[in-house]
């Protein structure tokens, strides 16, 4: 029998668990994820009292024909859910319009996707790696606190590209990777009787790009709870000792453009996202160098968001598969 080659993928975002999806049958994969669990942006917050949160990635679509039949049986099971919000753009002038119909989907709860697709993977958490070391044709993972991870046949990395670098790069320079921008997202709860014209809605403003009501995708709630992402620009003005203020300004302008100004607000609490988006497309699936076993995947590819991740990773995995 021969031996099974050992992969070492670094975070647990939907890209990791695509990879998984299609290669835990044929290598022995272990990840490593930062966080204290899985999900990457797909990530949600519960507030006792209040509610559930989504505050990362909002919601996903499914263009793609693999990407849909992957998720058919999570439909049926109702995993993943379709999301039929009454959603609106608003204009620079406050115009205010319906959003493009599109096929919308949500997880029941953010990150339940993610869990079930990295079902029974071996998983180490709190665990952030730092640098890669080469001990002849292997790979040993390198960690904050100095442990030495391995050894691995190959290495893939889903972090974002910043901390992708930071750990390659002593082996191989991404140089070429677009940088990614900032996000500013306020978990805002509002008293339950709150009348919203609409559940969400794409904002075109200096300081509010985006904001979705979580009851509308059937989360646990007591209070209405809203998401508010600020805009790139005025986000990537974050300070830690400004969290506060910045929660302040984006709340109020969400109120304003709104005509909420007369709601009760009966929670407020803020997350920022380093590395939220791709300042740009990035529309290769991914990195894959055969010669060192190196690889990445990741959001930043094949245009970004929740789809592009997953098929990052699937496209991945295929190449793996294809380089035996």
């Not at 809203?226 to 830690?240: F, K």
């Amino acid at each position: 029998m021969s031996h099974q080659k050992r992969i070492a993928i670094i975070g647990t975002g939907i890209a990791a668990a695509a990879i998984n999806h299609r290669l835990a049958n044929r290598y022995q994969l272990a990840f490593y994820e930062k966080a204290r669990g899985v999900g990457g942006r797909m990530s949600h917050r519960f507030v006792n009292g209040v509610g559930d949160f989504d505050h990362g990635a909002q919601f996903f679509t499914a263009r793609d024909p693999e990407f849909k039949s992957v998720l058919e049986p999570y439909l049926k099971l109702g995993l993943i859910l379709p999301w039929e919000a009454k959603l609106a753009y608003l204009k620079e002038s406050g115009e205010i319009e319906p959003a493009r119909k599109e096929a919308r989907y949500v997880a029941s709860t953010a990150n339940s996707l993610v869990k079930e697709l990295l079902q029974g993977a071996s998983i180490k958490t709190r665990t952030r790696i730092t640098s890669l070391r080469k001990d002849g044709p292997q790979w040993y993972l390198v960690s904050e606190n100095d442990e030495d991870l391995g050894p691995f046949d190959y290495v893939i990395t889903t972090a974002p590209s910043v901390q992708s670098q930071a750990i390659l790069g002593d082996h191989w320079q991404l140089s070429i990777l677009p940088p990614m921008k900032p996000c500013f997202c306020v978990m805002l709860g509002l008293s339950p009787e709150t009348n919203l014209a609409w559940q969400g809605a794409f904002v075109k403003d200096p300081i509010l790009s985006w904001f979705a009501s979580n009851n509308s995708k059937g989360r646990k709630a007591d209070e209405l709870c809203l998401t508010l992402h600020g805009a790139e620009e005025w986000s990537s003005h974050y300070e830690p000792k400004q969290a506060h203020d910045m929660e302040e300004i984006l709340v109020k302008r969400f109120l304003k453009l709104f005509q909420l100004d007369n709601a009760t607000i009966t929670h407020r609490s803020s997350h920022y996202w380093r590395y939220a988006r791709p300042a740009a497309a990035y529309e290769q699936a991914y990195l894959w160098n055969p010669d060192l076993n190196l690889a990445m995947a990741g959001d930043i590819f094949n245009g970004g968001r929740v789809e592009g991740a997953f098929l990052s990773g699937l496209q991945l995995a295929h190449g793996i598969l294809e380089s035996k």
